[in-house]
């Protein structure tokens, strides 16, 4: 059974940093690209960031640029995002799926074949 499960969410300060782990199991996680998604409360779902599956080549929507970065570990089946000069408005649930696309108009989406229940980032003002 596919399983991505994410850890590392927490109450920060706007300005502090975070960063999440995903770890995959039960499917070829070498052959997938894997992005970082959130939701808010109320909000509809957005794509944060997205990595290659072979190159490890990496994308980020427009709102996190420069702040966030994205990378994975194929060995350990792990992809991680650090999350730097955090703001309220990045206040939400954040889980990983796959596989992820990035075009310059859409920015980051996808993730419609595997995902986890998320992990819940809490940026207080």
């Known amino acids: 059974e596919a399983q991505l499960v994410e850890s590392g969410g927490g109450l920060v300060q706007a300005g502090g940093s975070l960063r999440l782990s995903c770890a995959a199991s039960?499917?070829?996680?070498?052959?997938?690209?894997i992005g970082w998604f959130r939701q808010a409360p109320g909000k509809e779902r957005e794509g944060v960031s997205c990595?290659?599956?072979?190159?490890?080549?990496?994308y980020y929507s427009d709102f996190v640029k420069g702040r966030f970065t994205i990378d994975r570990d194929n060995a350990k089946k792990m992809v991680y995002m650090q999350m730097n000069s955090l703001k309220p408005e990045d206040t939400a649930v954040y889980y990983c799926?796959?596989?992820?696309?990035?075009?310059?108009?859409?920015?980051?989406?996808?993730?419609?074949?595997?995902r986890g229940k998320g992990t819940l980032v809490t940026v207080s003002s």
């Open positions: 039960g499917f070829p996680f070498d052959e997938y690209s």
């Open positions: 799926a796959a596989p992820c696309s990035y075009y310059h108009t859409e920015g980051v989406y996808g993730g419609r074949d595997y």
């Open positions: 990595i290659a599956a072979i190159d490890h080549s990496t």
